[in-house]
């Protein structure tokens, strides 16, 4: 057994830590936080119609990621306040709006997977990976049953402020207070 003298492991520790802080391994670190976020709310949009059919907002909560159902656009003859009667545990006979979509996915890079997608129509679950763009505006959802070559892809957008407002017009702004005569 070879004695390792205090001087000999300081070095060590040393020379791991300026590994550890060398441009090149900062420069990684850096393209990482660079690199956009999930994080902000997503149109999704009825890929035959081209009707949006719901807000997604995604967020990161103690390095897992979920995206939520925020905001539903429903067509005419649609439910108004559709409930999830085919989904099981925690979310069954729950409310569409506010059910949690998308669960337990992990960040790698661009790539988000690990997780689940939830089809609120019949309480289905699937896999799931996300796929960011490069500039962060679109997010290709791909949901699958074991392997992702088994699946169907959708594309949602980035959702701005003034799309918010655009899309949601009238029904954003509070009701105008009535005029009425005082004299």
Not at 55 to 72: C, L, P
Not at 77 to 87: A, F, L, R, W
Not at 127 to 154: A, C, I, K, N, W
């Amino acid at each position: 057994m070879t004695k390792v003298s205090g001087g000999t492991l300081r070095l060590a520790a040393l020379g791991l830590l300026m590994l550890a802080t060398s441009p090149a391994m900062l420069a990684t670190t850096s393209a990482i936080a660079d690199e956009p976020s999930l994080a902000g709310v997503w149109e999704q949009i009825d890929e035959t119609t081209g009707h949006v059919g719901a807000f997604i907002t995604m967020r990161e909560r103690k390095g897992v990621w979920e995206g939520y159902i925020t905001k539903m656009f429903p067509k005419p003859g649609d439910p108004i306040d559709p409930v999830c009667t085919g989904c099981t545990g925690d979310r069954k006979d729950k409310p569409v709006l506010g059910i949690r979509l998308i669960q337990n996915l992990t960040r790698h890079g661009l790539t988000y997977d690990g997780g689940t997608i939830l089809d609120p129509r019949d309480g289905s679950e699937y896999d799931v990976e996300l796929t960011l763009s490069p500039d962060g505006q679109t997010l290709t959802v791909r949901g699958y049953v074991g392997l992702t070559l088994f699946g169907h892809s959708l594309e949602w957008k980035r959702l701005t402020e003034a799309d918010r407002i655009k899309l949601e017009g009238d029904r954003a702004k509070p009701p105008a207070k009535a005029q009425g005569n005082n004299g």
